[in-house]
């Protein structure tokens, strides 16, 4: 800016051209330096006032400042003045002020001044530092922006400084003070720690140390306490800030308060346990097939239906599933179903189909199948076990047939002989023979009735209807062959009882039923004068805990066959009708003993006779009558 | 019309009652309490109908006996009724199928037993009467 005049600062301006060496100076500053006269006219400005202003120097000269920038016409700078710092000795003011300049074609921008005002011997003469201030305005602008987002994040955003000791706080945004609790002033100037209060054994922690170790990023879950001293799942992310050189100068850490979250995810981790627990203690078989129809999850209930591990089953294709259950199952017991080769969206989808393995083991399996559960498309097989439900059906059926057919056989004579005697005239002592027949039939169908009901009580395994208690079993030897009189006819029973105090923890009623059983049978397969006898003693070892009743004839005895049968329903080692039996006695003692945790042992052999040994539980010494009967 | 029948029953009252029915119709009755007996007897006898029972114990059980008869030229005018506590379909298609002739269920009318023999013993050769 060649002929420019200059004004210093520091020292009165006089007229004349500045020295070239601070003219030069002067001519390198980023900002605009304006000389103006008492009427505050330019009389001299360096180089950058041609950029800030837009202006020639020598457009510039002579002009009235308060052109370039309104406020600073004579009165303004005299009100700026006003309020003027005073340095210098009292001989400068400098007044500062941020207004708007011109551009030369009246465009507006952002601007700092620094006036000096000195006095000349003609006045006041001004010097003028002014500043374009637009690109720090857009700056500004920028930064406040970014200040709003961060303030406004809805995550709590944490600043620390890297290079003070304890890597304090230096601030906090609105949402770190709504997750924590803590205000800005409580916590910057601290170090992070104090979120997780004496909480400090996390794996987090010790993640986040190894980080800024480091000085790298890492994402940690941090359990974290608020200023109440609730408990908040934080996923807190951490960054490094560098300046240019590289050093880490802050962490920005950003947090989230995932209680919600990990709660969720507990929850469903506390439900797939329960889930898991349930299904591995589940006597029914699972298997889980996805949407691809891969078996994706087995239970060990499954494993064991099959015989399988898991290893075996997980990854297997339906169809391969499919072709080892018919590998097990007897063929027959799949032909009711042919749902296995149908394609899987031809099943219905509760659809329940029955088989019946032969290996491993032999069960009968009803098989559940939902297809789509939930919306992944995925299949549940739900297998139970109905072994002994099917058996159970069978029997009673089996049951039921044997018992009406043995109704019918005594029933066959009442009726038949009741009939020939209304339609015939038969003589007195024919017609005696024919009623005493049509009454003992009778009476047989009544026992057999009565032991049929017995059976089905028994069966129905209704214990509390047992009454256990404390008995000497002498009483019940008694007892019984009170009832085998009632039953039998007189009929002499040697008994040796080793001691009839030694007392059992049975009902006494329903031991006595028992042992009257088999005294009968041993009435009825022996001959009239053949001795019978009873033995009582303690067990020994193994049976010490039993007291063993044995009944012993020299009767007909059975042959292996019929030892083998002899506890099967309705079964008769006599079928003649000469002893009269229902064929039910024994398989209710047999259920009576067992019940009460007893045993039933039978030895016999073909013209020797039957032993049989009745073991009832000994009374453990604490046990006493109860005190309502 | 007096005929040769044989009676094949375990149980002693259902025998007498059979026997009592039909002897008022002046029937040759003969007696056995097991299959094996019966088939022996059937065989010397070679009776105009046998009256079997089906669950007998023994070597031969009702339907065994009547598969013998049936099978044995020599006894081809043998009528066989069997006679049993079993009523139901798959116990007469198991008689059928063994070839009897007529089928009575336990507990049965004496007045039926002597309608049935009667029809067995009038009936044409072949003809069989359910």
Known sequence: MPGTRLGGTDEPVRDGAPAPATSAILDLMPDAVVALDADARIVLCNRSATTVFGISPEQALGVQMSELVPALGVGGIARLMADAIVVGGGRIRIGRVQTDGLRRGGTGFPLEASIAESHAIDGARWTCVVRDLTEQRQADATLSLFQQAVDGSSSGIVITSARLPGQPITYVNRAFTAITGYAPHEVVGRGCGFLQRDDRAQPGIDALRAAIREARDCTVTLRNYRRDGTLFWNELRIAPVRDPDGEVRHYIGVQTDVTERVQAAREIELRNARFDAVLSLSPDGFVLFDADDRLVFVNPALCAMTGATQHDLLGLAREEFEALLRSLARPDSLAATDAPHAPPTARTPHETRRMTLVRPRHCVLDCTERTHAGARGETVLCFRDVTRESEIDRMKSEFLTTAAHELRTPLASVFGYAELLISREVDPPKRQRMLQTIHSQAKLLSTMIDDLLDLAKIEARRERELKVYPVPVGLLVDGAIEALAALEGPRPIEVEVASREIEVAVDPDRSRQAITHVLSNACRFSAPNSPIRMLVRAGTDPDAGHVIVTVVDRGIGMTPEQRARAFERFYRADPSGHSPGTGLGLSITKEIVEMQGGRIALRSAPGLGTEVDLLFPRAEPTMRLPDAP | ?130
């Open chain 2, 1 to 130: 019309m007096s005929a040769k029948i044989l009676i094949v029953e375990d149980r002693p009252e259902i025998r007498t009652l059979i026997e009592m029915t039909l002897e008022f119709e002046g029937h040759d009755l003969h007696l056995a309490d097991n299959g094996g007996d019966g088939w022996r007897i059937v065989q010397a006898l070679r009776p105009d109908l046998v009256l079997l029972d089906v669950m007998m114990p023994g070597e031969l059980d009702g339907l065994q006996v009547c598969e013998r008869i049936k099978r044995d030229p020599a006894l081809g005018r043998t009528r066989v009724v069997l006679l049993t506590a079993r009523g139901q379909q798959a116990d007469r298609d198991a008689g059928s199928a063994a070839g009897c002739d007529a089928y009575l269920v336990k507990p049965f009318s004496p007045l039926e037993l002597i309608d049935t023999v009667d029809a067995q013993l009038h009936a044409p050769d072949g003809a069989r009467v359910r």
